[in-house]
């Protein structure tokens, strides 16, 4: 019964600004660290960036720090991703994931048990 479910994907104009929300449902989203991934046609999933669940520390990708900034709201079950300066190359398809067994973030994709079935994100120049 776990799920996460991603919105507030859309198309948007280099520049402009998007915020994804994360719904979490079927576990407690205190005990599990939180990442947003992305991937592009053609190319393998990458993390975008993470959450805790011990301290609420977090890690982005090079690419991002800066620009975008996630939060999480353990009451409402819900993780965000808020996404300023958006860029052509942010497009891609983002999804969010719970880590498996762990409570703070780092590994890749495969650390990850269960995810969202993603929210796309279109940037044009």
């Known amino acids: 019964q776990v799920q996460l479910v991603e919105s507030g994907g859309g198309l948007v104009q280099a520049g402009g600004s998007l915020t994804l929300s994360c719904a979490a449902s079927g576990f407690t989203l205190d005990y599990y660290a939180i990442g947003w991934f992305l991937q592009a046609p053609g190319l393998e999933r990458e993390g975008v960036s993470c959450?805790?669940?011990?301290?609420?520390?977090?890690w982005y990708t090079d690419s991002v720090k800066g620009r975008f900034l996630i939060s999480r709201d353990n009451a409402n079950s819900t993780v965000y991703l808020q996404m300023n300066s958006l860029k052509p190359e942010d497009t891609a398809v983002y999804y969010c994931?719970?880590?498996?067994?762990?409570?703070?973030?780092?590994?890749?994709?495969?650390?990850?048990?269960?995810w969202g079935r993603g929210t796309q994100v279109s940037v044009s120049s």
């Open positions: 959450i805790s669940a011990t301290d609420g520390s977090t």
């Open positions: 994931a719970r880590r498996l067994l762990f409570k703070v973030c780092g590994g890749g994709p495969a650390d990850y048990d269960y």
